[in-house]
């Protein structure tokens, strides 16, 4: 039979393949209903079967790329058996989704059941008006590094961390040893440093605001004085650390370094000692949730170690709760390592922060300051 | 029946400007009226009312019986309805098409069928000279050449009327000369019914059967170029039209000849024989005018009534006669002097104006 | 009249005839309902729907202080504080330098390029044209991008040719200055003026030049006091409406401004509108500052351009000759070539070698030479190809949609008997280009959630390009129509030909280089919108910005770069057509 003989047969033969086994899954019991018993099984199964009859799920993130949604996706609808479900998925900034989604509950037209985001403010905020729905995965009870640095909120969500972070580009800075907020400030580091744009960015405002509680007023004076660049978006931090235009960044999220290290070039992240701020990234369900069993059963996975090992392959997390290896060596070796690009929460010394309490004063408060601090570009030379 | 009727026709600009003060005039079949006045005059709004590019704010206008507008009625036909042809003085020849294809438009427009129309857009351009030319591209002919596309077009589809806005303005001299006579006759031998418009008043003297004249949106005069030239009824329309003297005086007594008029600043009493058709008292104010050659050089021996003694101030010879301005008293008298006989200036004259050509005026 | 009362008598006996007779008299309705006025109003009401609702939700929003979940009673202390509060005055400072360099040298280069290029016997024309529109391809911050690469003080390529090259001791450019935004934004609005332009000096009578001519002026003269002052009222349009949107614009501040700490109104805005809670009073009322800029321009504008008369298309025709330069078309050839190397080929290298390395380690380096980045793109990322042919679908469709909305604007504008109502639809149509796209997005979201077209993503923002484009198309026709002698059309309406006839066989055929020049316009714009986009696309819905905004967060330059040469390319294509459907060059002629 020549290669591609018959095109036609071969796709209608496919195709009837993929009904066939597409069916069959539906049919047979999930993965997971095997791993479980009792109660639980009982629960999920329950879940399970409701969410066959809702039939589709829409979830949005600041985080994932679209290939690490499409992954999960499959993982999970292979593993709770649940192939026909129409998943629907956003990725943008969390500002953007912020809004749209306000705008909706606003308009009672909420499109989205699970939100998994970095804006602890505008998460707390939810809870305060009522629009998250409380679930318990039984996954929580193992989010106890992120508990200790108080970022879940408990019947809400548990939280993995984003962590804007000290990082090196390797290849230029050699192996020096980076173990403190302070060693940037070495004079011969000058106008090799790179700071995140608190006055334009919430993000950042809420790392100063955090590093503030271990560092004085005057290290960033200090930082200012020695000619430390400064920019907004990740991104182009990112570029240029990697283009050699700085060396040090100051406010790096894990998944620059991984972007930079799979293009080759070795930019790590540094947990200093005096600590690290770590954002809570909650992945919660709506209260007016339209699928409230598939958004159960999608929060479970989320938490899971599966999923997040099922993220690692596309995405660096900083896990919020202590992870097993993962099957892939170099995931291991790459990500999850202490030296890797996301190590889970339980190995970094995370500065705590009440997020609940920190509401939209103090970022005003703490912008002021930088602006303060950095107003000004000093005179070269 | 084409006729034209205009009655009471309003036009405002804006809630101010009275662009058209309520006129109202008659077209009769077949003729060719000129509207006739300085620019502003409202000879233009008034055309584009009739054509339906301009929405009238009050009277009425119906042609052939049938109503296009009116305003207390609410009737306001769109041009397209109004199956007439008009001529601009742009030309309006649209760029992006050939000459056969503009003549064709209006046929097109008005459901004529292809091979009808080719047949009418030929007849058309031969009736304007330009047979042959079908193919051109329009905007590569002259200037002459594209208004006879123009004219070509509007009468390609019989219009009930044809209207002309300024056509000849945009041609040169000599060539705008020979498209008077042309236009007209084509005019009459297709026996239809024009309304022109210009502010030429040679142009509608050559063309028209009768010349309606305007000023600030109001008729002035209405009547034959004949008529309209020797009998002005007043000094805008006595001034406008060719070239005159006028001058103030009193009025005397009224005899069979005419009446006489008192005019200290000539010195003299003039007895005029025109524009007696109304009850002027003894002693009024009026205006009298009398065309440049009317007045003659060579007086009758016998003393009296419009005879003057002046003094040649200023000669230049036209060819078959002397522009003079001559000084009467301290008023300067322009005077056509026919013949080749030199005048020199400072020369010492009688003149002696006809009286049948003295023309009251009624303002 | 016996009729009439006959007519009413018998009307009384039946309940509907009399109704009907109540409504309105027949010749009444048959005056008011004619395609004329029905066009008219519908392209009015459109206009009310698109424009006139995002832009009442804006305004009043800049009256609230918002909070959590809600909004205060009205107040001033959103104006109050854009007014008084120092940074933020610094910043309106900041955009205003950046806004009347931006607008001033982009005009500059933009008017002499369009005049090459319509009016002279410049060489290789029909070449250089779509190359000369290619940085209109990308958006400012992919430009913004590039130019970093090119000109970052210490990793530019420039700089260290010139260190290199001529042993230069300290970098001779930064592009972390007010001069480097003006520049990059300058250098790609420079197509702007030249699509604005175009159209007007295509249909200019030669003869309007050569009287200038005859009468002893130089060619340059010419130019200077004929041609281009006879262009004032697309050139107008264009520097206003380029004044305004670089204002806006926040890509190219972002990335270049912060390290000199130049703040603009369009980071101010940025960052109230990304933040929870939302200020959306807060940036609207900043973004209030640019439409009012807007609003001014266009006052300007319109009091410079109303008393005199613009029209260069008679129905006299004409022969279209070009300018003959002598020497100095060489001249203009270097000027336009020049141009097209610093907005064109460097940029454009600088993408084009980043695409071909692995990592941009600040040059090209061969160690990193990789087709990895356009492998990514071509082969194995459908998400980019779904968001192309999204993006493809909403700059026709859309575009043309606009088109045709502009057009009878413009009729309505321009050629409409009442003037009040036609400088009342001017001001309304270009206000949007005053609104911030990240605010005009947001007010589209809060205009449109309520209604069922929320189901339609891609249908919706459809309608925001629309609005948030209008502008633009409008300019564009309205400054072509502005040069078209009314009796072109006149003289069709009384040759029998209807008002919808007229526009199809007369009007459109004439405006055709302006429709073209907007229609592609608008094609490119709506394929480069970000802001809106990011705010109402769905995953369904995705147009190529969002696509490459995701990817530029997920993958490295190299991707992203290739990437923005792809849509640079389907863009490319798109215009080639586009000037082959439009016959843009055979109506030039």
């Known amino acids: ?381 | ?363 | 009249m016996s009729t009439e009362s006959d007519e009413t008598q018998s009307s009384l006996k039946t309940g509907a005839a009399a109704a009907q007779a109540a409504v309105a008299p027949a010749p009444f309705l048959g005056r008011m309902f004619n395609a004329e006025n029905l066009t008219k109003v519908g392209s009015l009401i459109l206009l009310t729907v698109l424009a006139i609702v995002p832009i009442t939700v804006y305004l009043q929003s800049s009256f609230r202080v918002h909070v959590e979940g809600s909004q205060l009673g009205l107040t001033l202390a959103n104006y109050v504080q854009t007014f008084t509060e120092p940074k933020i005055l610094r910043a309106i400072w900041n955009t205003l330098v950046i806004a009347v360099g931006t607008a001033f040298f982009s005009s500059i280069v933009g008017v002499a390029l369009a005049w090459f290029h319509a009016r002279t016997d410049m060489p290789w024309r029909g070449a250089l044209e779509p190359l000369t529109l290619i940085p209109f391809f990308l958006s400012s911050f992919l430009g913004a991008i590039a130019w970093w690469a090119l000109a970052a003080p210490r990793i530019g390529i420039l700089n260290r040719w010139m260190i290199d090259l001529f042993g230069v001791s300290t970098p001779p450019f930064n592009i972390y200055s007010m001069t480097g935004i003006i520049m990059v934004m300058a250098l790609f609005y420079v197509p702007y003026m030249y699509l604005f332009t175009i159209g007007s000096l295509n249909r200019m009578d030669p003869a309007l030049e050569e009287s200038a001519r005859v009468c002893g002026t130089g060619v340059l003269r010419t130019a200077l006091r004929v041609t281009i002052p006879l262009s004032t009222p697309a050139i107008l349009s264009g520097a206003i409406i380029i004044f305004v949107v670089s204002a806006g614009v926040f890509g190219v501040p972002t990335l270049l401004g912060p390290i000199a700490r130049i703040d603009t109104l369009s980071t101010v805005i940025y960052v109230k509108m990304e933040e929870y809670p939302l200020d959306l009073g807060g940036a609207a009322a900043a973004g209030s500052v640019l439409m009012l800029i807007a609003v001014i321009g266009l006052y300007v504008q319109r009091k410079i351009v109303a008393p005199r008369s613009y029209v260069t298309v008679t129905g006299k025709g004409f022969r279209p000759n070009r300018v003959m330069l002598g020497n100095w078309k060489y001249a203009a050839l270097a000027l336009n070539l020049a141009y097209i190397i610093m907005a064109v080929v460097l940029p454009l290298g600088a993408l084009f070698l980043a695409s071909i390395n692995r990592a941009w380690l600040g040059g090209f380096r061969w160690s990193q030479l990789s087709f990895y980045n356009w492998d990514f793109i071509l082969f194995s990322y459908d998400y980019a190809m779904d968001a192309m042919k999204n993006s493809l679908m909403l700059g026709f469709v859309g575009g043309f949609m606009t088109v045709v909305l502009c057009t009878f604007l413009s009729m309505v504008i321009l050629r409409g008997r009442n003037k009040k109502l036609s400088s009342v639809v001017d001001y309304v149509a270009t206000l949007p280009i005053g609104v911030p796209g990240l605010v005009m997005g947001m007010a589209f979201l809060i205009t449109w959630i309520k209604t069922p077209l929320y189901s339609f993503p891609l249908f919706l923002l459809m309608l925001a390009y629309m609005t948030r484009y209008l502008p633009y198309g409008l300019r564009t026709i309205t400054a072509i129509l502005q040069s078209l002698g009314a009796e072109l059309e006149e003289s069709s309406r009384v040759c029998g030909e209807s008002f919808i006839g007229t526009i199809r066989k007369v009007t459109v055929p004439l405006l055709r280089p302006g429709i073209f020049a907007a229609y592609l316009m608008l094609f490119i714009m709506f394929i480069r919108e970000l802001p809106v986009s990011a705010l109402l696309a769905t995953e369904d819905s995705t147009p190529m910005a969002v696509a490459l905004y995701v990817i530029s967060e997920n993958e490295a330059l190299g991707v992203v770069s290739a990437f923005a040469l792809v849509q640079a390319f389907i863009l490319l294509v798109g215009t080639i057509l586009f000037r082959r459907l439009g016959n843009i060059e055979k109506l030039s002629v």
Not at chain 1, 100 to 115: G, H, P, T
Not at chain 2, 113 to 129: C, H, I, P, T, Y
Request: charged share 25%; hydrophobic share 40%.
């Open chain 1, 1 to 381: 039979m020549k290669k591609y003989g018959s095109s036609w047969l071969g796709m209608a033969l496919a195709f009837a393949a993929l009904v066939g086994l597409s069916g069959a899954a539906w049919a047979a019991e999930a993965p997971i209903l095997k791993s479980l018993s009792g109660a639980e099984k009982a629960r999920v199964a329950k879940l399970i079967a409701g969410a066959k009859k809702e039939g589709s799920f829409s979830w949005a993130t600041n985080l994932a790329p679209v290939k690490a949604a499409k992954a999960l996706e499959k993982d999970f609808k292979k593993y709770y058996g649940l192939p026909g479900v129409k998943f629907r998925f956003a990725m943008r900034k969390s500002g953007t989704l912020i809004k749209r989604f306000e705008q909706e509950i606003k308009a009672n037209k909420l499109s989205v059941d699970v939100v998994v985001l970095a804006a602890a403010s505008w998460l707390h905020s939810m809870i305060k008006r009522g629009n998250l729905m409380k679930y318990t995965s039984p996954e929580d009870k193992f989010f106890v590094p992120a508990a200790k640095a108080k970022m879940n909120a408990p019947g809400y969500w548990v939280a993995d961390g984003q962590l804007n972070t000290m990082a090196v580009n390797r290849d230029l800075a050699g192996n020096v040893k980076l173990t403190s907020w302070f060693d940037l400030t070495n004079p011969k580091y000058a106008g090799k440093v790179l700071v995140g744009d608190s006055s334009r960015s919430e993000t950042y405002t809420l790392w100063y605001m955090g590093l503030r509680r271990v560092l004085p007023k005057s290290y960033f004076v200090k930082l200012n004085a020695q000619n430390s660049g400064i920019m907004i978006r990740g991104s182009a931090q990112r570029r240029s650390l990697m283009a050699g235009e700085y060396w040090f960044g100051t406010t790096i999220m894990a998944r620059h370094n991984w972007i930079a290290k799979k293009a080759g070039v070795n930019m790590s992240p540094i947990y200093p000692k005096e600590g690290t701020v770590a954002l809570p990234i909650g992945a919660v369900i709506m209260a007016k949730a339209k699928h409230p069993n598939m958004a159960k059963l999608f929060v479970d996975y989320w938490r899971s170690v599966r999923g997040h090992h099922k993220m690692l392959e596309y995405n660096p997390l900083n896990s919020g709760r202590p992870l097993p290896p993962h099957k892939n060596p170099d995931i291991n070796k790459f990500i999850l390592a202490d030296d890797g690009i996301a190590p889970p929460l339980d190995r970094i010394n995370i500065i705590p922060i009440d997020w609940g309490k920190v509401g939209h004063d103090d970022v005003k408060k703490w912008r002021a300051e930088f602006n303060d601090v950095f107003s000004s570009a000093p005179r070269k030379n």
């Open chain 2, 1 to 363: 029946m084409a006729e034209v009727v205009v009655t009471d026709l309003v036009k405002k600009f804006g809630t101010e400007t009275l662009a058209v003060d309520n006129i109202s005039f008659t077209v009769a079949e077949g003729e060719f009226v000129t509207l006739l006045g300085p620019s502003g005059c409202g000879k233009t709004t008034t055309l584009r009312c009739i054509a339906g590019l301009e929405i009238p704010d009050d009277g009425e206008i119906s042609i052939g019986g049938e109503l296009f507008t009116s305003g207390s009625k609410g009737v306001c036909l769109p041009p397209e309805k109004r199956h007439l042809g008009m001529v601009f003085q742009s030309y309006a020849i649209w760029p992006h098409m050939s000459v056969a294809e503009n003549v064709a438009y209006g046929l097109q427009a008005q459901g004529a069928s292809r091979n009808e129309a080719r047949g009418k857009v030929d007849k058309a351009l031969e009736l304007v000279g330009l047979s042959g030319l079908g193919g051109r591209n329009a905007t590569k002919l002259s200037g002459g050449q594209q208004q006879r596309v123009s004219l070509a077009r509007a009468v390609a589809y019989n219009p009930r009327v044809l209207l002309f806005d300024e056509p000849l303005s945009n041609l040169d001299a000599k060539l705008r000369e020979r498209m008077r006579l042309e236009l007209v006759n084509l005019v009459k031998e297709l026996k239809m019914t024009a309304l022109y418009v210009t502010h030429d008043q040679a142009e509608a003297m050559v063309m028209s059967d009768r010349i309606i004249i305007m000023k600030d949106g109001r008729i002035q005069q209405v009547g034959d170029p004949h008529s309209t030239y020797n009998e002005p009824t007043n000094s805008f329309v006595a001034d406008f039209i060719g070239v005159t003297n006028i001058i103030e005086g009193s009025a005397e007594e009224k005899n069979s000849g005419g009446l006489l008029v008192d005019v200290p600043k000539l010195s003299a009493k003039i007895l005029c024989g025109a524009g007696l058709d109304r009850e002027i008292g003894k002693g009024a104010k009026v205006l009298v005018t009398v065309r440049p050659e009317y007045i003659e050089l060579h007086a009758p021996d016998s003393d009296g009534a419009n005879r003057l003694e002046g003094v040649v101030d200023k000669a230049v010879y036209l060819g078959q006669s002397w522009d003079c301005l001559i000084r009467v008293g301290d008023t300067d008298l322009r005077v056509h002097v026919r013949g080749d006989e030199p005048i020199e200036p400072g020369k010492r004259v009688t003149m002696y104006i006809l009286p049948e050509r003295c023309v009251v005026l009624k303002d």
